[in-house]
C-alpha cells in the first residue's frame, strides 16, 4: 500500500464552460497540468479520472495513470471519481485536485500534509469560511461511507464531510482555489 496517491478529477462535462475546463489554457498550458504538475510536487502516484471522449484530446502525461469512473457510478460527480481510484489503487491517503483550479500551487498541499494524523478522515481547505473539498486529502477509511452513499445517490461532498471526521484548515488567500466553471470566468480571471 503506497502512502499518498494524488487524484486529478476531470470526468465532468463543463456544460457552463461550453467545452472541457481541464483542456482551457492558461500562459499556453492547459489546466489540467497545473493540477497534475502541483500534485508531481508531493507524489509521483497519480491518477486522473477522466470522461472518456475527454482522454483523446488531453495533453501527454506520461507519469499518469488514466481511468474513468467504475461502473455502475459512472457520470456521478465527484465521490465516483474518488471512489473509482479508491477501489483500484491502495494507498492510506489520497490528495484530490479538480482539473479547474489553474492557480493551485504546492504550498498549499504541503500545509494540508502538515496536519496528517490517524484520527483525520480528511483534511481540507476553509477559505474565507468555503470549505473546498475537492483540493484535500481523504483518508482510506472513507472508501466505504463513499460507496454507500454512491448506492444510495447521496452525492454531495458536503453531505459526506458531514459524516466523517474533518480537519479544516483555514486560509485567506483565494486565488489558489479558484476554479473556472464558466467563460465569463475564464475572461474575466485568467486571460
Same mark, same amino acid.
Given at each position: 500500500?503506497?502512502?499518498?496517491?494524488?487524484?486529478?478529477?476531470?470526468?465532468?462535462?463543463?456544460?457552463?464552460?461550453?467545452?472541457?475546463?481541464?483542456?482551457?489554457?492558461?500562459?499556453? #498550458?492547459?489546466?489540467? @497540468? %497545473?493540477?497534475? &504538475?502541483?500534485?508531481?510536487? *508531493?507524489?509521483?502516484?497519480?491518477?486522473?479520472?477522466?470522461? !472518456?471522449?475527454?482522454?483523446?484530446?488531453?495533453?501527454?502525461?506520461?507519469?499518469?495513470?488514466?481511468?474513468?469512473?467504475?461502473?455502475?457510478?459512472?457520470?456521478?460527480?465527484?465521490?465516483?471519481?474518488?471512489?473509482?481510484?479508491?477501489?483500484?489503487?491502495?494507498?492510506?491517503?489520497?490528495?484530490?485536485?479538480?482539473?479547474?483550479?489553474?492557480?493551485?500551487?504546492?504550498?498549499?498541499? #504541503?500545509?494540508?500534509? @502538515? %496536519?496528517?494524523? &490517524?484520527?483525520?478522515?480528511? *483534511?481540507?481547505?476553509?477559505?474565507?469560511?468555503?470549505?473546498? !473539498?475537492?483540493?484535500?486529502?481523504?483518508?482510506?477509511?472513507?472508501?466505504?461511507?463513499?460507496?454507500?452513499?454512491?448506492?444510495?445517490?447521496?452525492?454531495?461532498?458536503?453531505?459526506?464531510?458531514?459524516?466523517?471526521?474533518?480537519?479544516?484548515?483555514?486560509?485567506?488567500?483565494?486565488?489558489?482555489?479558484?476554479?473556472?466553471?464558466?467563460?465569463?470566468?475564464?475572461?474575466?480571471?485568467?486571460?
Amino acid at each position: 500500500m503506497k502512502d499518498l496517491i494524488g487524484i486529478v478529477l476531470a470526468g465532468g462535462q463543463s456544460k457552463r464552460f461550453g467545452k472541457p475546463k481541464a483542456l482551457a489554457k492558461r500562459n499556453g #498550458k492547459e489546466f489540467i @497540468l %497545473y493540477s497534475f &504538475e502541483t500534485l508531481r510536487s *508531493i507524489t509521483k502516484n497519480i491518477i486522473i479520472v477522466v470522461h !472518456p471522449e475527454l482522454k483523446k484530446d488531453l495533453p501527454v502525461i506520461d507519469q499518469a495513470i488514466f481511468i474513468t469512473d467504475i461502473e455502475p457510478y459512472k457520470g456521478k460527480g465527484p465521490l465516483a471519481g474518488l471512489f473509482s481510484v479508491m477501489s483500484q489503487y491502495e494507498a492510506k491517503w489520497y490528495m484530490v485536485l479538480p482539473c479547474d483550479v489553474p492557480f493551485i500551487n504546492d504550498h498549499i498541499l #504541503k500545509i494540508l500534509q @502538515l %496536519y496528517q494524523d &490517524e484520527k483525520w478522515d480528511a *483534511i481540507l481547505p476553509r477559505v474565507n469560511k468555503r470549505i473546498q !473539498p475537492l483540493v484535500a486529502l481523504y483518508h482510506c477509511r472513507v472508501k466505504e461511507e463513499i460507496k454507500s452513499r454512491l448506492e444510495r445517490n447521496e452525492l454531495s461532498m458536503k453531505h459526506l464531510l458531514d459524516n466523517i471526521q474533518v480537519k479544516y484548515i483555514d486560509l485567506i488567500d483565494e486565488q489558489p482555489f479558484m476554479n473556472i466553471n464558466t467563460k465569463e470566468e475564464y475572461e474575466k480571471f485568467v486571460r
